[in-house]
């Protein structure tokens, strides 16, 4: 799903509210998940998931073109963490009888 569908189905189920200002709302959320990751925090969404930080250490790699030996260095990188609801919502969408 991409942000503008988002936004449309937030739309849909709330027609009382201007576009405008659900793609603002939507904008903001996701800069504030953003923003708590750029600094090291962990975002907590209850029955959705938990967004963090990871860190990678320095490796050594390899060209897959050319066969040489590069380095790779160390980088921090988001990691999300499906909570139980969501993936027992997931799960009921994969099996129609677990519904």
Do not use: Q, W
Not at 5 to 26: D, F, Q, S, T
Not at 43 to 52: D, H, N, P, T, Y
Not at 77 to 82: C, E, G, L, S, T
Not at 90 to 98: H, I, Q, R, S
């Amino acid at each position: 799903m991409l942000r503008s569908e988002l936004v449309a189905k937030l739309a849909e189920r709330y027609g009382h509210m201007p576009a405008e200002k659900l793609e603002k709302a939507v904008a903001i959320i996701l800069d504030e998940i953003t923003d708590a990751l750029a600094r090291g925090d962990r975002v907590e969404l209850r029955g959705f998931g938990a967004f963090s930080v990871r860190k990678r250490e320095a490796r050594r790699g390899r060209n897959p073109r050319t066969g040489e030996t590069v380095d790779v260095p160390a980088k921090s990188v988001p990691f999300f963490k499906a909570g139980k609801e969501l993936r027992a919502r997931v799960n009921a969408g994969a099996d129609p009888e677990a519904r």
